[in-house]
């Protein structure tokens, strides 16, 4: 029995000895597709060269430096290069270890930032429902996902809730995408003036929604309504793009394809590929400015900000992405599986839903279609899906709906920019299979 305080306590998960491309391999010699990058992080797949080269060069020449008393060459060309190719004036950016800590920093940089500017009073967060943004303590505040955060409830700060932009679930059949869209921005601005516009910080959402959900995407104009209400009353825009971000989505921000820019932005997972923990915060000009005006210092940190062993292969994975052209990739063969999911997972009887944008895919299940009921979640059906997916060598990433009915069971898939069709053709085939299977042997009880 493992030591480890596995996420199961019941179970221990497969040993992985080695990686190469898009596989994994387990201590038994079984070959796995990492068809979602363990949890939309591997983008450039396992064992590239350049990005091992890159680390090796670094380890051997400086590991570790701490920031008190030194920053590092690697780490300010990881700068240099996230925002020289960042849109609009996100000219500054922060290191950190992972997505959580990226979205506490941000939400104490847009504390701050108001605190500078003389606006202390300002001490609230609107975030949306069916959201994740980490597992940490202020991260799991601002998050909507009820299974993740509920018995932790009472330790987390209060944050304004809005419904989230989620057109399957929640556009009603008399409405049109655009007056759905501008419900919800009604919504969000009658939060904005109930909570009164001069107390809140910021509105914190993922661009396309990931662990929650599965790679849900907003209705066109929904986020640029969001910058224009932000813009009205004085409040941060911060775009949680721990998941979608990186290129994920076929352009580096999933944002760029909404057509606004934020004023913070939290990234994490494809930055480095999971060759290092590493996340970052870019921020704008102005919130910099007004730290560097008032105090000149931002009161955070952590041991391993800006370290220089996770910044170098990070530099190495968006080098390569950047080069190779990925972008490209990832918007061709995305196309490719958004429409095999669409015709070949659609025509299933219990696939309510196939969604997403470029690498970054969505499948939700439903028991009744016309109705869209959820199958119980105690059915577990996404852990029979999962089983069944490593039993036949594929690794997706599927997650349970909820109690009171909000979504179905689903499946998220994010394979590394340099998948082939062949092997979206393996994604799409396996989960007809087990899918169909799976939901017979419900029918069935
Ligand atoms: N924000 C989003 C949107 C995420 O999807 C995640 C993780 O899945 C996080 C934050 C937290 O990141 P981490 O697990 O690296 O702490």
Redesign the pocket.
């Known amino acids: 029995m493992s030591q480890i305080i596995h996420r199961s306590l019941r179970t221990t998960p497969a040993v992985a000895v080695s990686a190469q491309g898009a596989y994994i391999t387990d201590i038994h010699g079984k070959r796995f597709l990492d068809a979602c990058g363990g ?2 992080v591997s983008c450039l797949g396992h064992g590239h060269p350049e990005v091992l080269a890159a680390m090796h060069r670094q380890i051997d020449q400086l590991a570790y430096a701490h920031t008190s008393f030194f920053t590092s060459e690697t780490v300010e060309q990881l700068a240099a290069q996230l925002t020289r190719t960042a849109p609009g004036d996100l000219n500054y950016a922060y290191f950190v270890s ?6 506490e920093t941000a939400l104490k940089l847009a504390r701050q930032y108001f605190v500078e500017i003389g606006q202390p009073e300002r001490t609230t967060f609107i975030a949306r429902k069916q ?6 303590l202020g ?1 799991l505040a601002v ?1 909507g996902n009820e299974w993740r955060r509920r018995q932790f409830a009472p330790l987390l700060m209060d944050v304004v809730r809005v419904s989230a932009c989620n057109e399957y679930r929640d556009r009603r059949d008399d409405e049109s995408q655009q007056q759905y869209t501008q419900r919800l921005l009604n919504e969000l601005e009658e939060a904005i003036l109930t909570t009164g516009p001069e107390k809140i910080i910021g509105f914190c959402a ?1 661009t396309v ?3 929650t959900t599965g790679a849900t995407p907003p209705t066109p104009g929904y986020f640029q309504g969001v910058r224009r209400l932000c813009d009205k009353y004085g409040i941060l825009y911060i775009a ?5 971000g990186m290129g994920r989505t076929g352009t580096l921000h999933a944002f760029e394809q909404d057509g606004v820019i934020p004023d913070i932005v ?1 990234i ?2 494809g930055l480095g590929g999971g060759y290092q ?1 590493i ?1 970052a915060v870019l921020a704008s000009e102005k919130i910099v400015a007004a730290l560097q005006a008032g105090s000149g210092l931002f009161q955070h940190g952590h041991t391993y900000i800006c370290h220089a062993t996770a910044a170098a292969a990070a530099l190495a994975v968006q080098q390569v992405i950047e080069r190779d052209n990925l972008l490209a990739q990832v918007q061709q063969q995305g196309a490719y599986l958004q429409q095999a999911l669409r015709e070949v997972l659609g025509e299933l009887l219990h696939v309510g839903d196939t969604r997403g944008r470029g690498l970054f895919a969505g499948v939700e299940l439903v028991q009744d279609k016309a109705s869209k009921t959820p199958f119980d979640p105690a059915l577990k059906l996404h852990a029979a899906i999962k089983a069944q997916c490593m039993a036949r060598g594929l690794m997706v990433y599927p997650m349970g709906g909820t109690l009171d009915g909000q979504y179905g069971d689903h499946i998220l898939i994010a394979p590394p920019f340099i998948v082939t069709r062949p092997q979206l053709d393996f994604v799409v085939d396996t989960l007809h299979q087990v899918i169909s299977e799976e939901t017979r042997k419900l029918a069935g009880r």
């Open positions: 949890a939309a992972g997505g959580s800590e990226a979205v959201s994740y943004h980490g597992n940490t991260a998050g993922e929604v990931g662990a949680d793009e721990v998941m979608c939290t994490a997972k923990p996340g």
